[in-house]
């Protein structure tokens, strides 16, 4: 089964700082993506960055960017330059390129970011 | 474009008794999933429905049930309501089922079984 561990339970950083949020997966599959989605306290979870396994180049999404290392089954978010508006839950999730819809959630990183 | 809709927002009910939410995709989108989110599972999958079929569900009793309609609506119905069954129920949409088409989430509906 596939799982997805997020080691960080909470996670602070300073306003116009850099921040890396870590997420390792456990899969036997060679064809999958990989999400990022954040969740701010009004609830509504988004999208913030995807990652295809067959690419080796790194998904940027302006100030975020991934450091996808699949050997190692490491998922890794960086996030430049913080802003208030990043303070949510971020959730790190995993999809098998064929059959359902169904994404496999970490349990979550809370960030905080001190102004 | 309007976002997904989840009616109701918010929900109490007691155990024992069944509850029905609903999910309204993006238009044009055919692929609705559900999951449950509570602190100590965290999100858990429940069942995706692509054009009126369920493609895949999740590791939940058959208590929990759902359906998709031709205007690819879908509501999920859970029966006999444990204290257990209190979470946050979020459903997605997306264009296709495939992960290369984003899914879009609604805000949620926050169940509560007393």
């Known amino acids: 089964a596939q799982t997805v561990t997020q080691s960080q339970p909470e996670m602070s950083v300073q306003e116009a700082e850099t921040v890396t949020l870590s997420c390792t997966y456990d899969t036997s599959e060679s064809d999958y993506y990989l999400f990022w989605y954040k969740q701010p306290p009004s609830r509504q979870m988004i999208l913030v960055i995807r990652?295809?396994?067959?690419?080796?180049q790194n998904a940027t999404e302006n100030r975020f960017s991934v450091n996808f290392q699949k050997a190692a089954k490491s998922f890794s978010l960086k996030i430049s330059d913080s802003q208030l508006g990043d303070a949510a839950m971020y959730f790190c999730a995993y999809r098998i390129n064929q059959g359902a819809q169904k994404l496999v959630f970490g349990q979550g990183t809370r960030l905080t970011i001190n102004p | 474009k309007a976002g997904v809709t989840q009616t109701p927002r918010y929900l109490i009910k007691t155990r024992g008794q069944q509850v029905t939410l609903s999910c309204s995709p993006i238009s044009g989108h055919r692929s609705v999933s559900w999951y449950q989110q509570t602190p100590g599972q965290g999100l858990q999958f429940l069942f995706e429905y692509f054009s009126e079929t369920q493609r895949n569900k999740g590791n939940f009793p058959g208590r929990f049930s759902g359906r998709q309609f031709s205007n690819s609506r879908s509501e999920m119905n859970v029966s006999t309501l444990e204290l257990g069954d209190s979470a946050l129920y979020l459903c997605?949409?997306?264009?296709?089922?495939?992960?290369?088409?984003?899914?879009?989430f609604g805000p949620g509906t926050r169940l509560t079984v007393t």
């Open positions: 990652q295809e396994a067959y690419k080796q």
């Open positions: 997605a949409s997306s264009f296709q089922s495939r992960p290369s088409y984003e899914q879009y």
